[in-house]
């Protein structure tokens, strides 16, 4: 018999409104902080996920650059590349510059209304 009040004590002593309040900011709590670790374990992934990225695109500009570099060790190519960068020339070159003229989009499609409307009244007094 004392076994069974020991036990109905204790029973009423876990069931007691200050305990249960107790537990359940307890169980509010450890929710919380899952939930914490949780979205930073989220914000971790996605900062790695960028880092990855940018490291590909890193490695994707290295071996451009290194492929440039190998093309430059040779002198034509350099002479080209410096032409090309720089619009110098050998003393005994001449450079035609070759620029064509402005051709007006008559597409009605693509330009606005506005430019539409005012190359009717252009055409009126022409």
């Not at 900062?47 to 500009?61: D, T």
């Amino acid at each position: 018999m004392r076994v069974y009040q020991e036990r109905k004590k204790i029973q009423r002593f876990l069931s007691s409104r200050p305990i249960l309040f107790f537990l359940m900011v307890l169980v509010l709590f450890l929710l919380v902080a899952s939930f914490r670790m949780t979205l930073r374990a989220w914000q971790a992934y996605q900062a790695r996920l960028e880092l990855e990225k940018e490291y590909q695109e890193l490695l994707a500009q290295k071996e451009r650059l290194e492929g440039k570099i190998k093309t430059l060790e040779n002198p034509e190519e350099r002479e080209k590349e410096a032409k090309e960068r720089f619009t110098i020339t050998a003393p005994d070159e001449k450079v035609l510059v070759i620029v064509e003229p402005k051709t007006e989009e008559k597409d009605s499609i693509t330009s606005p209304p506005y430019r539409r409307a005012w190359e009717f009244i252009k055409n009126i007094f022409q």
